[in-house]
Structures are given as C-alpha cells and as structure tokens.
C-alpha cells in the first residue's frame, strides 16, 4: 500500500509522465481507470490549492491510498486574476477551448497590459489528511488574436516572450520545458525520495480507513483492480 500513488486522472499522457519521472523509484503509478467509476471530486475551492488538495483528499479516501492532484488556469492581470480557478469554464460549464479564448480576448480588447500567467498546484494527500504541495508559474502575455494549431485550452492567445510565439504554434517539446505543470512536476521529481519517506510515515501513522464503496455496489469490481 506504501508503494503505490494514484493519479487523479484519466489522462493517460499524464500518466506516462508521471511514471517516466519515478522510474528509477520502486514506486506503482495508477490512475482512475485502475478503479472502475468512482464518485467525482467537487472543485468548488477558491484557490488552485485549494481544488487540488480537495481532489487529492478525495481519491484519497475513497481508495485508501495516497493520491496526486492538480488544478492550474490561466490568471490575467488586467482582469483581476480571471479566469483564474474558472478557466476551464469561463464562458460557461460547457464551455469549449474556443469559447473561452473567444471571450478572453473580448474583455481584453483595448487593454494596455497584457500580462498574465499559468499556475499550477500540484497536491499529494494521504488518506488521513496531510498533503504536500508544488507549484509551477509560466508568465506571458496574452495575444491580440488567436495563433496557432497545437496545444488545447488558452495555448492559441498565451504568447510566450521567449518562443516569440504562442504556445499553440509551439512544439509539444518546447511548451514543457517551460509550462507551469512542468516545473511543477520537476520540483516534486527532484525530491521524490523524500516524498516517498514522507508518504510511508503518514501512512504509517494511524491505520488508513478502508475505502468505503457502499454508494457504487451496482458497479462490477473485482477484488483484482483494488490495491
């Protein structure tokens, strides 16, 4: 139960990257899909650290293991920090990647300062509560109009100074060796045996409550896909 850390995904790229960054540690990487459904995460925090840490408490929980959360979004000067924790549905709960750049470079017509940034809050809970955290910050400025094919999200309009370009006409590579869940991820990589004594001492230290799947019976889960 020591070795295990559950991602609270269902991004597989997410997951090669994480399992790619622990390699070398004697450490078993699993993500949502590993547990069949699962009750969602409510993200209602007023931070980036606060819904990673509600996601990572949550799937913590309920699987009984510890999990590694993370919430980022796009925070804009000239709006006061929008759309902050509320990029991902800006325009909207079912809000598309274009709807929200659409809407963005709306409210930033005619404004001087451009300035804004990626955050990302990386948090590791256990199931009794404590947790770590890590956090990324990309800054940029935001474009005047759309530019670019590659990305998701607000890659099209985030123009990075260095690239001279935004990120969506930047390459994959290029993005993450400079993205906000990038630094993020290496900070936690490069102190990741320590993260590993830290993880088996909570654990260690009261017995984990055993998950608790009353709520999803109905579902087909065979004792082989819990940990």
Known sequence: ???????????????????????????????????????????DGETFDDNAYKKALHYARVLG??????????????????????????SGENATD???CEKLLKEMEGKDNRSAHFQCVLSLAT????ALTWEGRCDGKIATERRGESGFG???????EDFGKTFAEASM???????????????LAEEFDKVMVWVRQRMEEIKP???????????DWSQEKMV
């Open 127 to 130: 199931p009794g509560g404590p």
């Open 65 to 90: 293991v510890p999990a590694l959360a993370d919430d980022s979004g796009l925070v804009v000067d000239a709006l006061d920090g929008a759309p902050g924790v509320y990029s991902a549905r800006y």
């Open 1 to 43: 139960m020591y070795n295990v850390i559950v991602l609270a995904t269902n991004n597989p790229n997410k997951v090669k990257e994480f399992q790619e960054m622990v390699k070398d540690f004697p450490i078993t990487v699993k993500c949502l899909k590993d547990y069949g459904p699962l009750p969602e995460a409510v993200e």
């Open 209 to 219: 409550p055993k998950a608790d799947h009353a709520e999803f019976e109905h579902n």
């Open 173 to 187: 590579e290029e993005k993450s060796r400079v993205s906000h869940r990038g630094k993020a991820m290496k900070e």
């Open 98 to 100: 274009w709807d929200n």
């Open 154 to 160: 607000y890659d099209p309009i985030f123009y990075y």
